[in-house]
């Protein structure tokens, strides 16, 4: 594990790595979830990138476990459903998962912006496909798989960056 290892620049946002991991399970990735949840202070929006099974739904499910949303057993895949709502006392966690999703126009049906507005922890699989609509700041977390149950697993922050207005 790392602190702050490199700054690199994308679409106007400033990426600054915050920490590293690799994991070895699915229950350690989940962990490590719920672990991360003090970097998640709400309003705050959460992309995670990686390919179809690097962890990316076990790494949320450990995120709104750990916010205190939902117990383990309750939390699925949006895959079909396109975002799941969870929501117990002041947490309220929304997964979306935009895999599926095709077009701008779709897009605009999910309503993802006020989610995105509302003072909750927005959880986003297959979020590059909002393009220029991702909010700054917020995290990204990317998962790599590395064969057999390794994943490496780089959790940054996207700024706005240097002469560019907070969107
Ligand atoms: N270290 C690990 N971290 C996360 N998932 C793992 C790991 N090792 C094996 N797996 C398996 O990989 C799959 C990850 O699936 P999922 O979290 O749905 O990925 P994604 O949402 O990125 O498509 C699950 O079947 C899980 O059991
Ligand atoms: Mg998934």
Known sequence: MSTITDHQTSAGCSLET???????SPEETQALGSSLVHLLQPPCVVLLRGELGSGKTTLAKG???????AREEDVTSPSFTLVHEYRQGDHCVYHADLYRVEGSREIETL???????????VLIEWGDKLGP???VP???IELTHLGGDERRIVVRRAMPAAGTEKR
């Open 18 to 24: 915050l920490l590293e991991f690799m994991t070895h």
């Open 138 to 140: 917020r995290i990204e």
């Open 133 to 135: 609509e991702l909010p």
């Open 111 to 121: 309503g993802l912006e006020e989610l995105m507005a509302a003072r909750a922890t």
């Open 63 to 69: 995120i709104v476990v750990g916010l205190g949303a």
